[in-house]
Structures are given as C-alpha cells and as structure tokens.
C-alpha cells in the first residue's frame, strides 16, 4: 500500500470513515482549508496513525524544513509533510479520518493515488475536500459551492443549499484528488468557502494559538513505525 509515500504506525479500527482533508496553498484562502482540519483535530481530540513521507511530494527550497537551534545545538529538524489523524464514532459519531498537509510540490498523480488508495484500504467511501477562495463577496455573505464526483452527489449537495461554480483555469490539488477518486467509484466532493477580498486576514489570526506558519508536524502521540519512542478549484 504506497509504502513509499505513507508511513503508517498503526492502523486504527475503523467502520466506514468518512476522510476530511484540507491543504496549505491555492485553495487555502484566509487560512480556512487548513484552519478547519486543525480545529477538528484539536475540537475531537484526534490521534495521529500515519504520515506522507516528504521526500516524493515536496521540494525542500520551496517548503523548506523548520529546524530548532538551542545555543548553537541542533535540536530537531521537521521536514514539510502531512499528517493522518483518526477519529472514533464514540467520539464525533462516526469514524473520521482528518488530514491536512502542505499542497504537494511534485506527483500530484502519485499523491493522489496513495491517499485515495488509503481510503481504499480502510474502506472509507466518501472524502471531502475543504477549500476556501478569495471572491467579489461581501463579508456578510455566506457563500459555499461544492465540486462533485458525481452528477448524483452534485444534486444530493445542492438539495443541502449548497452553490455551484463555473470555472476554467489552473487548479489546486483538490481537484487531482477528486479526479481519482471517480475512477476508482469513491464519492468525493470538494467545498469551498468563498471569501471577500477586503478580509485578506488569515483565521489564525483570530485564534492565537494557531500558528499560520507552522508545520503540520511532528504532533503529540505520533510514533513512527519502528520508533522507539488564491484559491483553485
């Protein structure tokens, strides 16, 4: 199971998990896609159980490494990367995988094949994409549209209020992940949050303890195998 590209340090029990992703990058407006992944997994108490291996998907000069240097003393060094959290049905009432991470710099295709080749695997059948736009909105507007896999997903997502878009241009990897999730006849949909131009101010900066340039790793009780221890559509 794409040994090269997810690092899994066990694998949770887990009855048809519903996977929620969210990414830094394009789609990722007023720091909400990501913001919201974080804020479920702090809300839910969520456990890290894998991770995307860095080296395939990122290039380190664009998403450079953090380190932390105590008194000329090398401490620890956190490559870019992504985070797989698990969530149990008698905590949220369902099972829930919650991942965010960095928008892949390199193979798209690949990481889109291992994270959905992960649904594969724990049998989860429907992911959800969050993704949020800069938009001539207002900021007392309330504007959601979603992208589907599926012309009958689209109508179920419309009778729940939801708007749809028209749009040609490059995307974000949201739509890469979408793309093979209907080839592999795993409902996937995207929601995207449409956001005023005048509030150019990501959500971290409304909750302090949010750090919009932090790394989405390494977390508290993740062990690894082995270890002793502007938006696009």
Same mark, same amino acid.
Request: glycine share 8%; net charge negative; proline share 2%.
């Given at each position: 199971m794409f040994s090269d590209a997810i690092e899994i340090a066990y694998m949770p029990d887990m009855d048809d998990p519903v996977l929620i992703a969210g990414f830094e990058g394009w789609g990722n407006a007023l720091d909400l896609s990501r913001g919201m992944v974080d804020y479920l997994i702090e809300k839910l108490d969520a456990k890290a159980f894998g991770r995307i291996i860095p080296d395939p998907f990122y290039r380190f000069d664009e998403n450079r490494p953090s380190v932390e240097i105590e008194e000329g003393l090398l401490k620890k060094i956190t490559p870019p990367g992504g985070y797989l959290h698990v969530v149990q049905k008698q905590?949220? $009432?369902?099972?829930?995988?919650l991942f965010k991470a960095p928008e892949p710099n390199l193979r798209?295709?690949?990481?889109?094949?291992?994270?959905? $080749?992960?649904?594969?695997?724990?049998?989860?059948?429907t992911i959800?994409?969050?993704g949020s736009m800069?938009?001539?909105?207002?900021h007392t507007d309330t504007v959601i549209s979603a992208v589907a896999s599926s012309e009958e997903l689209l109508a179920r997502l419309k009778e729940k209020g939801l708007s749809t878009v028209n749009y040609k241009g490059p995307s974000a990897?949201? =739509?890469t992940?979408?793309?093979?999730?209907?080839?592999?006849?795993?409902?996937c949909? =995207?929601?995207w949050c449409h956001c005023p131009f005048s509030r150019e101010r990501p959500i971290s900066a409304c909750f302090p303890s949010w750090d919009p340039c932090s790394r989405p790793?390494?977390? =508290? $009780?993740?062990k690894p195998r082995n270890s002793t221890g502007r938006g696009r559509i």
């Open positions: 905590t949220a $009432g369902r099972d829930m995988v798209w295709l690949y990481f889109a094949e291992a994270l959905v $080749g992960l649904c594969e695997e724990v049998k989860a059948r959800i994409i969050l800069y938009d001539n909105v207002l990897i949201h =739509s992940i979408l793309h093979e999730a209907r080839k592999r006849g795993i409902e949909f =995207s929601l790793g390494p977390v =508290s $009780g993740w």
